[in-house]
């Protein structure tokens, strides 16, 4: 049984706004509340919103598995290499190594922005497929 059209097209129409506000939290993590998992986790969301209004299988058509699979092995490898770069550069794991700009505009909070972006990745790629696998397992062993 499908969902009716005035849920996709509410649902179509809502997305890029769930998706703006995921950027946003992410992006400002470190400046207010918020943050990369917040934001990863609102991000996924709205991937969800888009199955459970149209079909698992036109949004998987859309955003496949094996992409957000690659996605949330780049977001976490990205972040373990941040972390031996500022080793290489003389620092410790994950010292801020970038400077620092003005207190309370985006890019002054070093790493924290690159974290949060990272994180953000990983975690709504990693949110996103653990939907993709209870759709399709629907608790069968």
């Known amino acids: 049984m499908g969902s009716s059209k005035i849920i996709r097209n509410i649902a179509q129409k809502l997305f890029p706004f769930v998706v703006l ?7 400002h993590g470190h400046l207010s509340p918020g943050g990369g998992f917040q934001g990863g986790v ?8 888009l199955a459970l209004s149209h079909s698992i299988e036109q949004t998987e ?30 620092y410790f794991f994950l010292s801020n190594f970038l400077p620092l700009g003005k207190p309370g505009q985006i890019a002054s909070g070093g790493l924290m922005l690159l974290f949060n972006i990272f994180i953000g990745i ?16 629907r608790g069968e062993i």
């Not at 609102?42 to 919103?49: E, K, N, Q, R």
């Open 42 to 49: 609102v991000l996924g969301t709205a991937i969800i919103l």
């Open 61 to 90: 058509k859309k955003f496949k598995s094996r992409w957000l699979n690659m996605l949330e092995k780049l977001g976490i490898l990205t972040l373990i290499f941040l972390g031996f770069l500022g080793i290489f550069l003389g």
């Open 21 to 27: 506000f995921g950027f946003y939290l992410i992006s």
């Open 122 to 137: 990983k975690v709504a790629a990693g949110v996103s497929i653990i939907f993709y696998a209870l759709v399709k397992y």
